[in-house]
């Protein structure tokens, strides 16, 4: 298994701490990042940001998500990672989004968490992560 940080945290979103406490949040020894008590609910952090991004700010594509996930202020290549994760999911960058479609969402999460990470996770943690996710959409 890797030992990329957001697979030790099982964040694999590297989903930043900002004073909140999430759904299957614990505390962990990473000053900036959320650890998640199992890899299923760190998936689904990042399916209920995507889904707030789209809900609160509008950000119903790929290239939308991203430049908010990974702006480029922050340091990020956010126009490779838009093209990767485009890429690897097969879904066009501009094409608009239903964040509630798990075969939109799934292979879109499962690019950004390569980006992210470099590695993947189980499909039980996928499975897991949805079901979370559709469960505790707020």
């Keep these: 298994m ?3 940080r957001g697979i030790r ?3 694999p979103g590297n989903i930043r701490k900002d004073g909140s406490v999430w759904r299957g ?11 998640f008590e199992t890899m299923a609910w760190g998936i689904r952090a990042i ?3 995507l889904n707030n991004y789209r809900l ?10 991203i430049r908010r996930w990974a702006p480029p202020e922050d340091g990020n290549d956010t126009e490779s990672y838009i093209s ?22 799934e292979p879109i999460v499962r690019a950004m968490i390569r980006v992210e990470t ?3 996770v189980s499909a039980a943690d996928y499975n897991q992560a949805w ?8």
């Design 25 to 35: 949040e614990v505390a962990g020894p990473d000053k900036s990042f959320k650890t």
């Design 9 to 11: 945290n099982n964040n």
């Design 56 to 65: 609160l700010y509008g950000c119903d594509t790929i290239e939308k998500m």
């Design 84 to 105: 990767t994760v485009s890429n690897l999911s097969g879904v066009p960058r501009t094409s608009r989004l239903t964040t509630t479609n798990r075969s939109v969402m």
């Design 2 to 4: 890797s030992n990329a």
């Design 131 to 138: 079901e979370l996710f559709i469960k505790h959409k707020k």
């Design 118 to 120: 470099g590695t993947t």
């Design 47 to 49: 399916y209920h940001l």
